[in-house]
């Protein structure tokens, strides 16, 4: 089965930035759908961002504009570059991809904690 192992996660002060890898397994990579959520403490998981096989992204609205989703499809990695982050951004981050339009696993990984704190 596919494996996706998110990585890149730590604590940083508001208005700084990191950037998010997601690492897959699998000789099929390109054509997935890679797909950013996150979920804060108490709250449920929420979409953050995507990016389809042909690079085509899509942004939730509380982070357009800062957050950038690309893919590298020679390294099977899928990444999220935050930029201006701020403490509301503070959550697990996880990936996830999609074939044609079907999640390709049934569970959530471990995902990569984000902390924004000053």
């Known amino acids: 089965q596919v494996q996706l192992v998110e990585s890149g996660g730590g604590l940083v002060q508001p208005g700084g930035s990191l950037r998010l890898s997601c690492a897959a397994s699998g000789s099929i990579f390109s054509s997935y759908t890679m797909w950013w959520y996150r979920q804060a403490p108490g709250k449920q998981r929420e979409w953050v961002a995507?990016?389809?096989?042909?690079?085509?992204?899509y942004y939730a609205d509380s982070i357009k504009g800062r957050f950038t989703i690309s893919r590298d499809n020679a390294k099977n990695t899928v990444y999220l570059q935050m930029n201006s982050l701020k403490p509301e951004d503070t959550a697990v981050y996880y990936c996830?991809?999609?074939?044609?339009?079907?999640?390709?696993?049934?569970?959530w990984g471990q995902g990569t904690q984000v902390t924004v704190s000053s």
């Open positions: 996830d991809a999609s074939l044609q339009g079907l999640r390709i696993r049934s569970y």
């Open positions: 995507a990016i389809h096989s042909d690079g085509t992204t």
